[in-house]
């Protein structure tokens, strides 16, 4: 069945600092889509990339799609407190209802 | 209400009992989806609903899960003979199309079995 991988399972930053954090699929996905959840709280969307080598920006994050769908990358520029919480990926394959989500890179940060 | 409902928040139960979670997506949304959310691991998929039918079943772990959706807006995790492993935060979601959109989640029912 089909596996969604993330790395690094955790990430300690200092503020300000920049990170990324990698997400790779067993198989290939016709979407990927990204969720964050804040501690105590439920996943709540963030992106979804649907192209091969898609980028799409949101202030200080970018997303990236790989040009083969099976991987995908999250990009936090000049990090700060709120960006703490669990970034999860979550890849459909095609024609699958189901999205099958990664276990998530939890970020904390140093201030 | 403008987002995913879900009861109880909180469930408590003891091992052999059978449990209840139901949820209430977003208006207009027919595609539901439930998920299991234990302790530092991602959403683990059980079902999904499109309309009143159940799409696909096959992360329900076995026979003791089963849910329902008849008449295609709330749906009801039933949990038979709970066992400790059960222990885990019952996500649903709700999505406008299935495949492609975005999941609105609930905030989850965290389901305690002693």
């Known amino acids: 069945g089909q596996q969604v991988m993330q790395i690094p399972q955790y990430q300690h930053v200092q503020e300000g600092e920049d990170f990324t954090t990698y997400c790779n699929s067993s198989?290939?996905?016709?979407?990927i889509q990204w969720y964050k959840q804040r501690p105590g709280g439920h996943p709540v969307f963030l992106i979804q990339?649907?192209?091969?080598?898609e980028v799409k920006k949101q202030k200080r994050l970018t997303f990236q799609f790989g040009e083969a769908k099976k991987n995908s990358s999250l990009h936090i520029t000049a990090t700060q407190t709120t960006d703490v919480g669990t970034y999860f990926c979550a890849g459909h394959q095609r024609d699958d209802y189901k999205l099958s989500f990664g276990a998530g890179t939890t970020v904390t940060v140093r201030a | 209400g403008a987002g995913v409902s879900q009861t109880p928040s909180n469930k408590v139960t003891e091992k052999g009992k059978y449990v209840e979670l139901r949820c209430d997506p977003i208006?207009?949304?027919?595609?539901l989806y439930w998920y299991r959310q234990s302790l530092g691991q991602g959403p683990e998929f059980l079902i999904y609903f499109q309309g009143t039918g159940a799409a696909d079943d096959s992360g329900l772990p076995n026979d003791r899960f089963f849910a329902v959706r008849p008449e295609g807006s709330v749906s009801t995790l039933k949990i038979q003979r709970t066992e400790r492993g059960d222990s885990a935060v019952y996500l649903c979601a709700s999505s406008r199309t299935p495949n492609t959109g975005e999941l609105f989640f609930g905030e989850g029912s965290r389901l305690t079995v002693l």
């Open positions: 208006s207009g949304h027919t595609a």
């Open positions: 990339l649907v192209k091969s080598g």
């Open positions: 198989t290939t996905l016709s979407n």
